[in-house]
């Protein structure tokens, strides 16, 4: 059994939390985000830190999920997100548009993706980083993006996560003695 929600968050400085009945508003120097509250969640701030507490034994998985989901935006307020995506694969190329990510990567046409609010691109050779203060936000533009060339396990090509390891399959032997 897991003890994630009993441990406290510490709020680095600069960082603050405004409690209400259904959300905590986290403020710090990147941003703002919003946190749900759940029914029978207690969250206090002491000394520094953020403790979540519950009512009763009937929220234990909530207590944990409301702890992760505050950890998350009290770092990306504070620090930020990033998600580097790298191409791999002759003639794909990635660049920036003004705001927007032109990817060139075999098709007839070039693909363009606009990021939503709270979404930066950055392009560096063959690295595409997208970057906010949204988690969830920033891992999901990073799956759209890869979705458009996922690599595939013959030869590599395609967009991967800078942390993915590509499982490569033997192609056609052919046959022997010809």
């Not at 990147?30 to 946190?35: D, F, I, M, N, Q």
């Not at 830190?49 to 990306?76: F, K, P, T």
């Not at 046409?109 to 990021?115: A, C, L, Q, S």
């Amino acid at each position: 059994m897991s003890r994630i929600g009993k441990q406290p968050i510490i709020l680095p400085s600069g960082t603050t939390l405004q409690i209400n009945e259904r959300n905590i508003i986290v403020q710090g120097s990147k941003g703002t985000l919003e946190v749900p509250l759940l029914t029978g969640i207690i969250v206090k701030v002491e000394e520094g830190q953020a403790i979540i507490e519950r009512a009763d034994d009937s929220v234990r998985a909530a207590q944990g999920l409301i702890r992760s989901l505050l950890s998350n935006a009290i770092l990306g307020v504070s620090t930020g997100w990033t998600k580097d995506l790298e191409l791999h694969g002759v003639g794909m190329r990635a660049a920036l548009s003004g705001s927007n990510l032109a990817l060139s990567l075999g098709f007839s046409h070039p693909v363009t993706v606009t990021p939503p609010q709270g979404i930066s691109f950055a392009v560096t050779k063959n690295v595409i980083t997208v970057s906010g203060i949204d988690k969830q936000l920033v891992g999901e533009v990073s799956a759209q993006i890869r979705k458009w060339r996922k690599p595939e396990p013959y030869k590599g090509k395609g967009i991967r996560y800078s942390t993915e390891q590509v499982r490569r399959k033997a192609g056609k032997t052919g046959k022997a003695g010809k």
